[in-house]
């Protein structure tokens, strides 16, 4: 009985889907972000903004969505 479950366990390949479209969506969405925020680094330079860097722009999101809302 319990090598029968073992073999149908493995023979079966319903899981196998979810797990693939699981790994495709996120080899996606992190190609996504690192494109757009190349992209977007990218536009700010042809705008003239030459010191934009990413860690530049970390600083200004941390800085501008950290502080309470008291302080905006």
């Given at each position: 009985?319990?090598?029968?479950?073992?073999?149908?366990?493995?023979?079966?390949?319903?899981?196998?889907?979810?797990?693939?479209?699981?790994?495709?969506?996120?080899?996606?969405?992190?190609?996504?972000?690192?494109?757009m925020?190349?992209?977007?680094?990218?536009?700010?330079?042809?705008?003239?903004?030459?010191?934009?860097?990413?860690?530049?722009?970390?600083?200004?999101?941390?800085?501008?969505?950290?502080?309470?809302?008291?302080?905006?």
């Amino acid at each position: 009985m319990k090598n029968e479950s073992l073999k149908r366990f493995l023979i079966e390949e319903e899981g196998q889907s979810i797990v693939e479209y699981t790994l495709l969506m996120t080899l996606i969405a992190a190609t996504s972000v690192i494109l757009m925020t190349m992209m977007g680094l990218s536009i700010g330079r042809m705008f003239g903004a030459n010191d934009v860097t990413v860690e530049n722009y970390y600083r200004w999101a941390y800085e501008k969505f950290s502080s309470s809302p008291a302080q905006n």
